[in-house]
């Protein structure tokens, strides 16, 4: 099976500073297809979760400019460029190369 | 707008069934694949099951397979899960999700069902 690992996994950041989320995973994320299944979702407090990127780099519909992400094979990572209160809340990535799975959450606050 | 409600959550004696429903609405339900994960309380998610699109093929995490089934009736917009044999550990918020496009990525999500599993 495939395990996903995240760091940190507990993040408190200055709002208009940057923060970065990093997800290993124990296999290769890269399918034959070309494409790379990993996602990252955000879930706000008391809320259901959302997503934010789709297959490394792509960002969702209506996700702000300021989350990026960027990785390949096994490592992976997410960016917010400037982080606002708006932004706080568990940050999962997923894999679905083989069957799915999520990794563990990192829990982003603000200082 | 696009839509997804979950129902059928309660408290349920260990080694008892129970039956999850997910009224879709607001988009075409037959094509698109639909999944279920659950969070335990105070964790993480935990992906449990997908069903394809006209539910010709399934999947389960480890951890259910065996247990629970995932099904969907495209004539009424519903996707369902019967869990059987039911552990304390099953305890969870449910939720259902949709599949994006002909990305495996889920963009659509419900707001959760509490399943308590204890006698």
């Known amino acids: 099976d495939i395990v996903l690992t995240q760091t940190p996994l507990s993040l408190s950041v200055t709002p208009g500073q940057p923060a970065s989320i990093s997800c290993k995973s124990s296999q290769s994320l890269l399918h034959s297809d070309g494409k790379t299944y990993l996602y990252w979702y955000l879930q706000k407090p008391g809320q259901s979760p959302q997503l934010l990127i789709y297959e490394v780099s792509n960002r969702f519909s209506g996700v702000p400019a300021r989350f990026s992400g960027s990785g390949s094979g096994t490592d992976f990572t997410l960016k917010i460029s400037r982080v606002e209160a708006e932004d706080v809340g568990v940050y999962y990535c997923m894999q679905s190369i083989q069957v799915f799975s999520f990794g563990p959450g990192t829990k982003v606050d603000i200082k | 707008q696009v839509q997804l409600v979950e129902s059928g959550g309660g408290v349920v004696q260990p080694g008892r069934s129970l039956r999850l429903s997910c009224g879709a609405s607001?988009?075409?339900?037959?094509?698109?694949?639909m999944h279920w994960v659950r969070q335990a309380p105070g964790k993480g998610l935990e992906w449990v099951a997908v069903?394809?699109?006209?539910?010709?093929?399934?999947d389960y995490a480890e951890s259910v397979k065996g247990r629970f089934t995932i099904s969907r009736d495209n004539s009424k917009n519903t996707l369902y899960l019967q869990m059987s044999s039911l552990r304390a550990e099953d305890t969870a918020v449910y939720y259902c999700?949709?599949?994006?496009?002909?990305?495996?990525?889920?963009?659509?999500w419900g707001q959760g069902t509490m399943v308590t599993v204890s006698s």
């Open positions: 069903i394809w699109y006209d539910g010709s093929n399934q």
């Open positions: 607001g988009f075409t339900f037959s094509t698109y694949g």
């Open positions: 999700a949709r599949e994006y496009d002909d990305s495996d990525a889920l963009d659509i």
